[in-house]
C-alpha cells in the first residue's frame, strides 16, 4: 500500500498534476484498493483540513511578509545591516547574511525573503564584480534560514500534523538557524580571503546610529514574537495577527503604503495562502487512507526488523528526507511524510518536536537543490542566470548546511537543551 501511494502520487506529479490534486487522487486509488471509496468521505476530510485554528497562523505571517516587501521596510534592515558590515573584504554577502538573519525573524518564508534580498542586493553585488552565480547563492541559502527561524510557516504545518508544540518548535529552530547564519559567515569569509572587490565606505558612528534609528521599529518585531512566545503572552496563531498588524502600523508610520499597493498586498497573501490551505485540505484525505491502510504500523515493523537504534534511524530518515527535498516542495512533504514517520518516532523514543526542527531542515535544503527547489529559481530569475550556473554557486553553502544537519543528527542535545530551556 505504502508503494501503491508513493508510486500514484509521485507519477501524478511528474505528469505535472497540481499537488493537492495528486494528493487527493493517489489517496481516492488507495481506498480504492481497499473497496473504501466514497466521496462524501473524501469532501468531508478535505473540508476537516482547513477547519484547524493554529493554521490561521499561516496567512498572518504571509501577510505580514508582503507588508515588508512593499512598506520599506526591506531597505531599511538591508541598510542597516550595510552600515556596520559593508566596508569590509566580502562586505556584501555579510549584509545578505545578517539581512536574511532579520528577515526571518519577520515573515517565516523562504521565497518571500529571498525575493526580497535579492531584488536589492544581487544588482549592487554584480554591479561590484562580485561572482554572480556565488552572490546568488549566498542570498539563497540566507533565505532558506526564515524556514528555521521562529516564526517559521513550515514549522506551524509541522506542529499542526503532529500535534506537537508549535511555540516549542520555534524556540527549537533558534540555535540551529543561528548555526546556519554563522556557517554562512565562515563559509564567506573562506571564499573571499583572497578576492578584492569595490568596498563600501566605512560608516561612521553616526550614520550607523541614523541607519539604527530608521530600522529599530522593524528590528523590534523578531523580538516581539520570540518575548511573547517565550512569555505566554499570545499563542503562534495570535503572533501573526500582532506581526500583522505591527508591520502595517509601520509601514504607515513610514508613509510607504498607500491603497494601490494596499490592493497588492493582500491580493499576493490570499493567493499563497489559498495554495497552501489548499495543499492542507488534501494532506487530510492522505492521512486518513494512510491510516486506515496501516501503513504507519507495517512501516515500524519493517524498520524494527532491520534496526534497534534510534541514531540509524534518524540517519536513514535524513538521507530518505534529503532525497525527498530534492523531488519535492517543503509544505506538502511535511504533509504526506509526517502521518507515516510519527508512530515510528514514537517506537523508537525520539522527540517528535526534535525530529520536527530536523525535517525542516532537511527539507528546507530541498528549496536551493534542483530539479525542484522554488527558492532556487526565484534567484535565477532576480540574477537572470540558469539554475545549472546556480547550482555550481550554491555548493559551498550547501555543504555548510549537510554539514550542520548531520552534527545536529549526531548530537541531538545541542537542538533538544536549548529547545526546552527556551519553551
Known amino acids: 500500500m505504502l508503494f501503491l501511494f508513493l508510486g500514484s502520487l509521485f ?3 511528474f505528469l505535472g498534476v497540481p499537488v493537492a490534486l495528486s494528493m487527493i487522487l493517489s489517496a481516492s486509488i488507495m481506498l480504492i484498493k481497499m473497496d473504501m471509496f466514497d466521496a462524501q468521505l473524501i469532501a468531508e476530510n478535505v473540508v476537516m ?10 496567512p498572518f505571517f504571509m501577510l505580514t511578509g508582503e507588508i515588508m516587501k512593499y512598506g520599506g521596510i526591506s531597505e531599511r534592515i538591508i541598510n542597516f545591516a550595510m552600515s556596520m558590515v559593508g566596508h569590509i573584504k566580502g562586505g556584501l554577502g ?10 526571518a525573524g519577520l515573515s517565516g518564508s523562504a521565497v518571500a525573503d529571498t525575493a526580497a534580498l535579492g531584488a536589492i542586493l544581487i544588482p549592487m553585488m554584480v554591479a561590484r564584480k562580485y ?30 500534523t503532529a500535534g506537537t508544540s ?22 564567506w569569509k573562506f571564499l573571499y580571503r583572497n578576492e578584492q572587490q569595490n568596498l563600501e565606505p566605512k560608516q561612521t558612528g553616526k550614520q550607523r546610529w541614523i541607519a539604527f534609528k530608521k530600522a529599530f521599529l522593524p528590528l523590534m518585531l523578531p523580538m516581539i514574537i520570540i518575548v511573547g512566545l517565550r512569555g505566554g503572552i499570545f499563542t ?28 497588492e498586498v493582500f491580493l499576493n497573501t490570499i493567493k499563497t495562502t489559498s495554495m497552501v490551505m489548499f495543499v492542507a485540505a488534501a494532506a487530510m484525505i492522505s492521512g486518513f487512507a494512510i491510516t486506515v491502510a496501516q501503513i504507519p504500523t507495517d512501516l515500524v515493523s519493517m524498520i524494527k526488523g532491520m534496526t534497534d537504534s534510534p541514531m540509524v534511524l534518524m540517519l536513514i530518515l535524513t538521507f530518505f528526507l534529503l532525497l525527498v527535498g530534492c523531488v519535492m516542495d517543503l509544505i506538502p512533504a511535511v ?3 509526517v502521518p507515516v514517520i510519527t508512530p515510528l518516532l514514537r517506537a523508537y523514543n525520539i522527540d517528535i518536536t526534535y525530529f520536527g526542527i530536523m525535517m525542516v531542515i532537511n527539507l528546507s535544503i530541498g528549496l536551493i537543490t534542483p530539479p525542484v527547489g522554488t ?8 540574477a537572470k542566470i540558469g539554475v545549472t550556473r546556480l547550482s555550481k554557486g550554491i555548493l559551498p553553502f550547501l555543504i555548510v548546511y549537510f554539514a550542520i544537519l548531520f552534527l545536529l543528527t549526531l548530537f541531538p542535545d545541542i537542538v533538544i537543551v536549548p529547545m526546552n530551556w527556551l519553551s
Open 166 to 187: 508549535i511555540t516549542k518548535l520555534f524556540m527549537g529552530g533558534t540555535v540551529p538557524g543561528l548555526l546556519m547564519v554563522i556557517g554562512l559567515w565562515l563559509m
Open 94 to 103: 555579510y549584509v545578505a547574511i545578517i539581512s536574511g538573519l532579520i528577515f
Open 236 to 263: 503562534p496563531t495570535e503572533a501573526g495577527v500582532v506581526a500583522a498588524i505591527y508591520a502595517t502600523l509601520v509601514s504607515i508610520l513610514y508613509r510607504s503604503l498607500n491603497w494601490k499597493t494596499l490592493q
Open 11 to 13: 507519477l501524478l506529479l
Open 131 to 160: 561572482d554572480t552565480a556565488r552572490s546568488t547563492g549566498l542570498i539563497c541559502a540566507a533565505g532558506i534560514i526564515s524556514v528555521v527561524i521562529p516564526p517559521s510557516i513550515p514549522m506551524i504545518v509541522y506542529g499542526i
Open 49 to 58: 483540513g482547513t477547519n484547524n485554528f493554529p493554521l490561521m497562523a499561516i
Open 375 to 382: 527558492v532556487l529559481y526565484v534567484g535565477s530569475g532576480i
Open 335 to 337: 504533509l504526506i511524510f
